[in-house]
């Protein structure tokens, strides 16, 4: 098991190396002088030519690409992420600030959809075609097939501007930083980022539930006289989980890439909307990074769900 685990970590590091190289490459395509992208822009635009010669060979940005590389990977892991063409700010102080919004966000639209969609389509399967499972084929379609921001808009209208129960954006009241004091505002993003992961996981988990009640060992269990609570837990909805967890491995980057429109529809402080300030301004340092770090977290968040199939279903650690 722990044989395992390791080489799914291992795995991880050749993956997070060619991402490096491709945004390392993508940074020294984009026009300007790479000297601007590691000081401050206001010292920058201070300095004259021979200082700004004196410092691009004492950063060595006269060298060859390949130790331009190391170096520029090795300040990455310190946490230089160099400097915002259009604010200024440094961007490892910027992801600071905004990482932790988006992975808050994440998480519980994960959960949302997760519980729910996993607990819909498994109410489905026990009723096929029945008034449970026409409702919930009808629920799945319509989340799959409409934006993430409608609903975005139809929420706020709703619960924010009609009823007035929940905020329509932001992060958290000024002087209340505390997370349950944030859950008013998290609750509509993550909702809303939550309903196409819902009604996929929901089909799948129909689906999958009913391959699995009718394989021979179902029907071996019960010849036997187990309860059919049992049957279905036990040895239908455990089994059935396996491709279902593919399935949500599969739609995490769609799950964190759906930030960036759902951020900005409730004004939510996150990398997604970051990244669409950055875009708006021409900003492609700013973008080229936290394109990057959203890709090693959704690895690492993926290979993290790839464990949890694993202790679910033996034989993916065995074949392995």
Request: a positive charge; charged letters at 15%.
């Amino acid at each position: 098991m722990l044989k395992y685990f390791a080489k799914r970590f291992l795995s991880l590091i050749p993956k997070i190396l060619i991402i490096s190289v491709i945004v390392f490459l993508a940074l020294q395509l984009l026009p300007g002088d790479a000297l601007s992208r590691s000081v401050p822009p206001r010292v920058y635009q201070q300095m004259t030519e021979s200082q700004r010669d004196a410092l691009r060979e004492s950063l060595g940005l006269n060298d060859p690409l390949t130790v331009q590389y190391f170096r520029w990977l090795g300040n990455m892991f310190k946490g230089d992420f160099g400097y915002s063409q259009s604010t200024g700010s440094n961007i490892g102080e910027m992801l600071a600030a905004r990482l932790p919004s988006t992975i808050e966000l994440t998480v519980i639209a994960l959960v949302i959809a997760s519980v729910f969609g996993i607990l819909f389509g498994f109410l489905a399967s026990l009723k096929p075609n029945s008034w449970v499972d026409y409702t919930n084929t009808t629920m799945s379609i319509v989340g799959i097939s409409v934006p993430e921001f409608f609903f975005g808009i139809l929420f706020i209208l709703l619960f924010s501007v009609k009823l007035g129960w929940l905020p329509s954006g932001g992060r958290m009241a000024a002087g209340h930083p505390g997370f349950w004091e944030r859950i008013p505002y998290m609750i509509l993003p993550a909702v809303c980022l939550a309903i196409s992961l819902m009604a996929t996981l929901s089909r799948y988990t129909r689906s999958a539930m009913l391959d699995v009640l009718g394989k021979d060992y179902v029907k071996t269990a019960r010849s036997k006289g187990i309860s059919e609570t049992a049957v279905h837990l036990k040895h239908g909805f455990r089994n059935a989980l396996s491709p279902v967890m593919v399935i949500m491995v599969m739609r995490l980057p769609m799950l964190v890439s759906g930030t960036v429109v759902i951020e900005s529809v409730f004004n939510y402080p996150g990398m997604g909307s970051m990244i669409l300030d950055a875009v708006s301004a021409g900003d492609m340092p700013v973008v080229m990074v936290t394109t990057m770090v959203i890709a090693v977290v959704t690895l690492v968040a993926s290979c993290i769900v790839d464990l949890f199939t694993a202790l679910l279903d033996p034989r993916i650690r065995f074949s392995s």
